[in-house]
């Protein structure tokens, strides 16, 4: 017996989960491929396979196994990360890119005030306010 701990078996996941998630009907194939690391798309091939030639067992298997088989819990039991959850990674993860990036937002954000500004402010403003009063008088 190979004692490494870093060399993976094909079965080096200890539970077998549906995964909804990444599933297409009920997560069985999704969760069956995670464990074994392969492709979802092979292990559905091979069902769709299976079906075409043994319906009633394929079948069958498939209604037990997402009827047994708990669904994959989640690594931190937790919500999808938020933006602000993102932009902290990145922040730790590179301080010069998180830099690069807010630069960039603040000038967009710049870019967005002048144009406002312009057309608050400009000569079109101005027609368009009393063209509004005019409209309301009538």
Known sequence: ????????????????????????????????????????????????????????????????????????PNEDNSAPPTKEDLDRRIIEDDPDRALTILRDRFRAMERRIIIMESHASGKTADLDQRLRALNKNH
Do not use: D, W
Not at 28 to 57: K, W
């Open 1 to 72: 017996m190979n004692a490494n701990p870093n060399t993976r078996s094909l079965f080096s996941s200890p539970h077998l989960y549906r995964n909804p998630k990444q599933g297409k009907l009920l997560g069985v194939c999704a969760g069956l491929a995670e464990h074994i690391h392969i492709s979802p798309r092979n292990v559905r091939i091979g069902m769709l396979i299976c079906v075409t030639l043994t319906p009633p067992p394929a079948l069958a298997l498939y209604v037990v196994l997402a009827l047994t088989l708990p669904i994959r």
